[in-house]
């Protein structure tokens, strides 16, 4: 474990922090700590920046109330690096969008979970007719259940077969129908990936085996 003082400083003071969303993995936003704001951040386990702009410390959130709570803090191997992984109470970036980083340089976004949630959300709300996640909504909560179940049955089928190639394509077409499903009830990834991160679901079903026999 790093203390402040094996950490390298820029000749103004500074280190860069880049800001990651623990849960997604996505980058957020990348800001500078001074001493005093990365033994602030420590404290309090919330971030606090140093402003360049405005030569003054920064917590994040003090009034837009988009906080970022800390859950780990890497430096990197020269040391004059952070990575800093939160938990957030809103958008990370000033204008309103939950990463600063948006606009495209070179290449395609790379598929996430969270992008194709967030697609499926959008033609919940903004329908598009001929599409058939639209379709979907338009049935509703009996029609969606309904094909969670039948994709599941189709994995089943498959993985008893032991063909990997088309438990791998029906495990993607359970996989998308039970993001709608969590589209249609207001689940996001985040709260299911909250679920998984405070069990540890492969030692409790041992343990609920072993006390069973």
């Known amino acids: 474990m790093l203390n402040i003082d094996e950490l390298k400083f820029d000749a103004n003071g500074l280190i860069p922090a880049i800001v990651v969303d623990a849960e997604s993995r996505a980058v957020l ?6 001493r005093e704001s990365l033994a602030i951040s420590l404290a309090e386990e919330r971030t606090c920046f140093w402003s360049r702009s405005r030569k003054e410390l920064w917590r994040k959130g003090e009034t837009s109330g988009n906080v970022q709570h800390i859950v780990n803090i890497k430096a990197d191997c020269d040391r004059d690096a952070l990575v ?48 058939y996640t639209t379709y979907l909504f338009e049935k509703g909560i009996d029609k969606i259940l309904k094909k969670v179940g039948e994709e599941s049955t189709e994995v089943i089928i498959a993985g008893k077969a032991d ?51």
């Open 29 to 34: 936003t990348l800001a500078y700590m001074n």
């Open 84 to 131: 800093v992984y939160v938990k957030k109470d809103g958008p990370a970036c000033h204008l309103g969008t939950d990463s600063c980083f948006n606009d495209d340089v070179f290449g395609a976004e790379p598929f996430s979970m969270q992008a194709l949630y967030s697609l499926i959300e959008g033609r919940k709300t903004e329908k598009k007719e001929g599409s």
């Open 163 to 213: 063909d990997r190639k088309e438990t791998i394509y029906e495990i993607a077409d359970l996989a998308y129908h039970v993001l709608v499903l969590m589209v249609q009830m207001g689940i996001s990834v985040e709260d299911v990936l909250a679920e998984l991160a405070s069990r540890h679901v492969i030692d409790k079903k041992v343990k609920q085996k072993k006390m069973t026999k």
